[in-house]
């Protein structure tokens, strides 16, 4: 019989780092409340949480870095709003903070959860936020702390990079 891995968002004793873009913060911030509410629900111990502001979403990348540097974390929930303009400005800074916020994940592997929002109009974001559409920051919170539990339970990462993840 083969074997199934799942996680469990289960935070308690874990240390959570929520980067958050300043830019459209009237969308941020609503994110950022979901998240919170959603760690501490989830057993996140306040005094375990950070929240680190950068000025938009270009730049959230490079603050996760920063903190996947520090290894005090053991998971981290990226907040951003990306909202459509009449110029492609919003696919160049869209497509940056995906792909870096990929890239830093899977560098330092690092649980994150990916609550960038990439909408049409204003509209659409504010049905993200506690609409009809769900809440994407408190999704986004459940999922870095689902992969901080599976990676820990995969074990740490083999030597042989040809071979995957260790079993534990």
Same mark, same amino acid.
């Given at each position: 019989?083969?074997?199934?891995? @799942? /996680?469990?968002?289960?935070? $308690?004793?874990?240390?959570? %780092? =929520? &980067? ?5 913060? #009237?969308? !941020? ?35 996760? @870095? /920063?903190?996947?540097?520090? $290894?005090?974390?053991?998971? %981290? =929930? &990226? ?5 459509? #303009?009449? !110029? ?81």
């Amino acid at each position: 019989m083969s074997q199934s891995w @799942e /996680g469990r968002p289960d935070g $308690r004793g874990l240390r959570v %780092a =929520v &980067v958050v873009a300043r830019f459209n913060e #009237g969308i !941020t911030g609503r994110l950022l409340e979901g998240a919170l509410r959603a760690l501490r629900e989830h057993g996140v111990a306040e005094e375990h949480i950070e929240v680190v502001w950068v000025p938009g979403s270009f730049e959230l990348p490079l603050a996760l @870095e /920063g903190i996947a540097r520090t $290894r005090r974390f053991g998971a %981290a =929930v &990226v907040l951003g709003a990306v909202v459509r #303009g009449e !110029t492609p400005h919003f696919e160049y800074v869209a497509a940056a903070a995906a792909r870096g916020i990929s890239q830093v994940a899977l560098q330092h592997r690092l649980a994150t959860g990916f609550g960038v929002l990439t909408t049409g109009s204003w509209e659409q974001a504010e049905e993200r936020v506690g609409g009809r559409q769900g809440h994407k920051g408190e999704e986004a919170a459940l999922v870095a702390l689902e992969m901080s539990d599976l990676l820990r339970r995969l074990g740490p990462p083999s030597l042989d990079p040809d071979r995957g993840p260790s079993a534990p």
